[in-house]
């Protein structure tokens, strides 16, 4: 429906004289037939934003007669809420001729306010405007269903945060702990507690970065690991340690490969920092290929410089274990050694991973 102050033009005087909504004004008994046979709400209004017709389907839906509803009068059952929004909605597309689809509740034969959806086109005849026609459709059903997907999702994202406080706060005292034990060990074994509360404050670092997220429950997989990668970067070793994200694609990811994936990256940069020694700079290359219709893939590859140490004494190697492990957790084919000669090959399982070019 039009409204009818949409219709004025500002150099127009207005007027109360009530239109006469006979037949003579366009509307045959051919349309009204027509209009009252279709199983949806259809109306038709003049050049002027005001009705012409209702059919039986919408007489039936607000329990009015058609007299009623002719003019302005339908708008009586708009919910007031609405009135303003629709207003400015229809009244800009008038002004242009243009289609427009508005959004509102209108008040049923019971009392109820439902939500239609109006979809409206500018008539004409011979070039000249002469009105809109529109139909409604009844969208209750999918806004209810969108409003309880919100609070869905709102009580999903408390949720999440709750768990991810509980798992940081848990991490930091498993931090703790590793660190109080390290320094009343045997200096022999100083190195592998050092080693493991590096590796936990990895694990929450990937946590961190998994809740921050825009969308927990698809994570863009480059954002995600350029973002993670700074943070590992800074974590241990600052500025001897550089993380590039490279490749061609994007890829959405859901969480459980994120974390899986995360780990792993978390992993790599740790087993190149336990092979060096403090002075020594490391690099991590990760290049993304994701290609359309086609299983993302990741291939890794640690550097150090000529200084690198057999490793530091007290640190078992234990990076090909764990690399499988996170993998096989998330069905993550995984190959290599993330040496520039046998990169670290990771390929995404096709039902999990969605990647455009």
């Known amino acids: 429906m039009v409204d009818r102050t949409a219709g004025m033009d500002s150099d127009t005087p207005s007027t109360d004289k009530t239109p006469d909504h006979s037949p003579s004004q366009g509307l045959g008994d051919d349309f009204r037939r027509f209009a009252d046979f279709v199983p949806q709400m259809m109306w038709r209004s003049d050049e002027h934003g005001r009705a012409l017709h209702h059919n039986e389907r919408w007489l039936q839906f607000t329990g009015r007669p058609l007299e009623e509803e ?3 009068g339908w708008r009586r059952g708009l919910h007031p809420d609405d009135f303003e929004r629709h207003a400015k909605i229809v009244a800009e597309a008038f002004k242009a001729r243009e289609p427009f689809s508005v959004e509102f509740r ?8 439902r939500w239609v959806l109006d979809t409206a086109r500018p ?42 406080h509980r798992v940081r706060n848990n991490l930091q005292v498993m931090v703790s702990l ?35 997220a825009p969308h927990i429950a698809s994570i863009d997989l480059r954002d995600y690991l350029h973002r993670l990668a700074s943070g590992l970067g800074q974590l241990r070793r600052a500025g001897r340690i550089g993380v590039t994200v490279d490749g061609t694609g994007t ?31 490391c690099s991590v290359s990760i290049t993304i290929a994701a290609g359309f219709g086609e299983p993302v893939r990741l291939s890794i590859v640690s550097g150090h410089g000529e200084a690198a140490a057999a490793g530091r004494p007290g640190v078992p190697k234990l990076g090909p274990r764990l ?10 084919a995984v190959s290599g050694d993330a040496t520039r000669a046998h990169p670290l090959e990771l390929q995404l399982p096709e039902a999990r991973a969605q990647g455009s070019g």
């Open 123 to 164: 008539l004409t005849e011979n070039g000249r405007f002469t009105g809109y026609l529109g139909s409604c459709f009844d969208i209750t059903d999918r806004k209810n269903a969108e409003d309880h997907a919100e609070a869905a999702l709102v009580e999903k994202e408390t949720l999440l945060a709750e768990i991810y």
């Open 70 to 72: 002719l003019g302005d």
């Open 106 to 113: 209108l008040r049923r034969h019971d009392g109820a306010y």
């Open 251 to 281: 890829s959405i990811v859901e969480p459980r490969t994120a974390n899986a994936l995360g780990m792993i990256v978390a992993e790599v940069v740790a087993e190149c920092l336990d092979a060096t020694t403090d002075a020594v700079t």
């Open 323 to 332: 690399i499988a492990a996170y993998a096989a957790q998330a069905e993550i």
């Open 178 to 212: 590793i660190g109080l034990y390290g320094r009343a060990a045997p200096e022999p074994c100083r190195g592998s507690f050092d080693a493991l509360g590096q590796r936990v404050r990895a694990i929450a670092l990937v946590q961190q970065h998994l809740h921050e």
